[in-house]
């Protein structure tokens, strides 16, 4: 890798908004590099001491640049505009509801966000259509700390006489664990620090709690044990830490290597399932036994299934086990027997591997459920007691669902289905098969748009593998390569993009926008194969697939490069960086939320270790080769023509830490030959967007929209140019 000089990156007044065009020149960030040689290859690193974000220069450089692309972005021309009709969009229902909850008296648990709330809070009623009752208010930690505080996880008492929830700071998703009274809303006991997954379960009577809880963390140790040696504890309710008793610890118990995370789960029927889980991987490992056994101080844990078995899904109903696996087949089968006698190896397979994948599972007191994905749809199946085959429950809308509220001892189960163009609502199974309007969700008047459709399209890649894109779009639309395009993606960790509705994405169609949605390699919309297709080694197949996609909406005419913004976020970043760097010229706006950028270093970070099984690791040659090919940081060329490119990021994320974003915009800024601009946006009281405000999400997105127009030259978005300047988008 070469270097050349970085030359001084000042605001060019030619492409930024008039009122922004008058600050002081930017800090720009002097070249340190630190080279380092894994397996006879050099690698450079420029921008080393950024990891250190607390080190006054580099503290001041960040402040610098993030108060420059606010100010920026906030000069925008209608970018105001946008974000007011973003929130007039999403405040057009009374209320959005999400995480539903049963208990066996009938209780409903829910969060809630009102119109004029910035923060969902959780609530209860009595039966769906009983009377909704305030139970926590994270806003009310807002106001008093000045940070936004948000629930990340809660979880009531199968007899809804308590509720466990996990609440954290700005961000930090550091969630401390509390425990309400539901009938008085009082807390019970002080709070539980490092109680950061959750994964909460209740014995039966609520006598005990079971939660995940992170190691401590003594003076000295370094950052990248975070995440190791964690422990499935139990405690009695109101006890504290005194009352905290340890069941599992990983790297200790069980053969559980220290880098995975154990949980335990309580079963109605009083049956005890242990599980580990690596943390990004879908399969697991997992055992049983019973809690009295578990309060006898001697489990005797019993295998159900080990990782070679490649269970990515497993539910108890009543005597029985049912398991998803991918063993010997990518799209997944479903295997069961009784408890005491099942074995992975030599269950009866009650469904069988076909054209549709297998999702996911939830239980009931009549039987299992199961979600299976048919092409670009999600459909439901029901499993009774007894050897009869599934049944498929018919449902209102063949878009996407989420199995909420599903419990082995209570009737039927809760559905969060949404489709491209049709808003979330939320349904009622019976265990008769009926599917009918919980009324939970409030429907709102732009719910369903019937000006908005989905185009959907296969496109070849690189090798000839088709890979599925949604074209969400305005009928009528013209394809004559001068639509505006914003195409998003991920791809990493099987996760799949399905049918979502968004109140925002109607606002950029407000403004003449197309939006396409690509599930490359990576993905597992076609299964596991199609997940190890684009994982380590195979990585550089997810972002051919996303360019094949990008070019194909150049070649149908739905775009042209000067109007085509890709986005992705988290692992995405990987994806839209990657992009770039190897297509520059196919691209106009480059945005990258909270992205992994620099996936060489990540393994140094406390969530790097985690990420190891989906990425690779840089202790072995091959690892390292594909770190380093899918790493955008080190990837990015000088003198190269590089697209308009906007980084966003929180800056308390304990996912991916925030110099992977600063050490990208530092290079990418003394590189790119283009007069493009390179924004660094950072939040400082944001994370990885995991209870991020209304507020901060809509003024995230309205500058994502209205930088990609501004970059697209679209009237209404430009700024006036100074006199002797040239317009300032192409």
Known sequence: MTWLPPRI???????????????????????????????????????????????PEVAAWMKAHSNHAHATLRAIPGRDALRRRIEQLDASAPARIRDVARSADGRYFYQRRGARDDQFKLYVRQGVNGKERLLFDPERLSNASGKPHAINYFSPSPDGRLVALGVSAAGSEEAALRILEVATGRQVGPEIERAQFGAVSWAPDASEVFFHRMQKLDPGMPGTEKYQASSAVAMKPGSGEEGIRTL?????????????????????DGRAIAYAYDGVSPD???????????????????????????VTDLVLSRD?????????????????????????????????????????????????YLRVRDGNVNRLLRLDHGDSPPVEVKLPLLGSFSMQGGRADLPGVMLDLQGWAQARQIYAVSPRGEVTNSGL???????????????????RSHDGAMVPMSIIHRRGVRLDGTNPVLLYGYASYGITEEPWFSYSRLAWMDAGGVFAVANPRGSGVFGRQWHEAGKQSTKPNTWKDFIACADWLVQAGWTRPSKLAIWGGSAGGILVGRAMTERPDLFGVVISSVGALDMVRAETTANGVPNIPEFGTRANEPGFRALLA?????????????????LTHGVNDPRVDVWHTTKTAARLLAASGSRRPVLLRLDYDSGHGVGNTKRQSFDEVADVYAFALWQFGLPGYQPRAPRGAAAGAR
């Open 9 to 55: 990156v000042l605001a060019l007044t030619a492409l930024l908004p008039a009122t922004a065009a008058a600050v002081s020149p930017l800090p720009v960030a002097p070249v340190r590099n630190v080279q380092e040689t894994f397996f006879g290859t050099v690698v450079d690193d420029y921008y080393r001491y950024f990891e250190d974000a607390k080190a």
């Open 248 to 268: 599992l610890t990983a790297g200790k118990d069980l053969a559980i290597p220290r880098t995975e995370f154990p949980f335990v789960s309580i079963q109605p």
């Open 284 to 310: 697991f490992a997992a055992w049983h036994s019973t809690l009295a056994k578990l309060r006898a101080g001697a489990p005797e844990w019993k295998p159900l299934a080990r990782r070679e078995d490649r």
């Open 320 to 368: 029985r086990v049912y398991a998803l696996t991918f063993r010997d087949a990518p799209r997944y089968k479903l295997i069961g027997g009784t408890i005491d006698e099942f074995s992975p190896a030599t269950a009866r397979v009650i469904v069988a591997q076909s054209e549709r994948v297998l999702i996911d599972m939830a239980a009931a007191a009549e039987g299992v």
């Open 441 to 459: 969700q409030p429907a709102g008047p732009f719910d369903r748009p019937t000006d908005v459709v989905a185009t959907e399209v296969m496109v």
């Open 630 to 646: 899918m790493s955008t940081y080190h990837q990015v060329r000088d003198a190269v023509a590089y697209p308009a490119v906007l």
